[in-house]
């Protein structure tokens, strides 16, 4: 069991919970019976996502009745991106869990998600949904674009996942991208893997997933490509764009050149064109400029960032 003076632990299960009331209970008794005897120390981190229901009160018996969990309060709801960044904030363990406390997974999968790295063999482990899934068309089509526009090589993103601490730290603080913290993580080099986890029918309550989340989850994934595409090199992207625009109008103007005073043709749609792909191409290089400033501005601070996590390794207790 966890002992509650450790400064370090080996696993945190980070626990978003909105309105879960009917689960946490049960929840906790099933991660006492499945990590008490797992071999690695641990604790249970939950987050209450600004819950309406008796959720405050339920999780402050439980947080008295198991010493091996610890709760994080939002007074309103947050999202589970600032959800497992709260958590994250205030868990001891080496390796994060991002486990939902609405019982359609198991805590009794938790030790196979964390024995690859526990091993040393991966950095991140995803779960691959084993079982009936209400949105697997959805599901599929999100982990479908994503091994193409990011060559990740495994099959479910969005799933519970196991990653070590410093993972986290080169997250951005943006809503709703916990999604892409593997291909994110992927990008910067990270090892990946994953297992199968059964899924289970939920047993309480009602999925926080709507349909309005997919046309914000489209746009978030191209976000996200560009990120990582031309994040870094901005330039690649806007100054090319301008330069390819700024030269098509300059050879637009030549031809409107040689019709106007050779051939005594004046074309006011040609014109237009002219004046609008020069346009667009200085301020599409200039936007490139700026991207160049943001971008090192970006460099610098996650190299702040690295010195940091370099600092709490040194000194676990911050």
């Not at 330039?235 to 050149?257: D, K, P, R, S």
């Amino acid at each position: 069991m966890t002992l509650a003076a450790a400064e370090t632990l080996d696993v945190s299960v980070l626990v978003p919970a909105k309105d879960e009331a009917a689960n946490l209970g049960e929840f906790l008794r099933l991660c006492a019976e499945a990590l008490g005897s797992a071999g690695f120390s641990f604790e249970v981190v939950i987050v209450n996502d600004g819950s309406r229901d008796d959720s405050a009160r339920l999780l402050g018996e439980l947080e008295r009745e198991y010493p091996f969990v610890s709760v994080v309060t939002h007074r309103r709801q947050l999202g589970i991106a600032d959800a497992l960044r709260s958590a994250g904030d205030v868990a001891r363990g080496d390796v994060f869990v991002f486990y939902p406390a609405d019982l359609q997974y198991l805590p009794e999968d938790i030790p196979k998600l964390v024995a690859p790295i526990l091993q040393n063999r991966a950095d991140i482990v995803t779960g691959t949904k084993q079982g009936k899934y209400e949105k697997a068309f959805v599901s599929g089509v999100y982990n479908g674009l994503c091994r193409w526009l990011f060559g990740v090589g495994v099959t479910d993103l969005n799933s519970v996942k196991a990653y070590r601490r410093e993972v986290m730290s080169g997250m951005p603080l943006r809503p709703d991208w916990h999604r892409y913290l593997v291909v994110i993580a992927a990008a910067d080099g990270y090892r990946l893997t994953s297992v199968p986890v059964p899924l289970y029918p939920r047993r309480a309550g009602t999925s926080k997933f709507t349909w309005k989340r997919i046309p914000v989850g489209i746009f978030d994934l191209i976000s996200v490509w560009f990120q990582l595409r031309f994040g870094r090199k901005p330039m690649l992207f806007f100054g090319m764009g301008g330069v390819a625009l700024f030269v098509i109008g300059f050879l637009a103007g030549i031809v409107a050149l040689v019709l106007r005073f050779g051939y005594g043709i004046g074309l006011r749609p040609l014109l237009n064109l002219v004046e609008i792909m020069v346009i667009s191409g200085i301020v599409l290089f200039g936007f490139g400029l700026l991207g160049e400033m943001i971008a090192g501005l970006q460099e610098e601070t996650r190299a702040q960032a690295r010195a940091l996590a370099r600092l709490d390794k040194l000194d676990p207790r911050g």
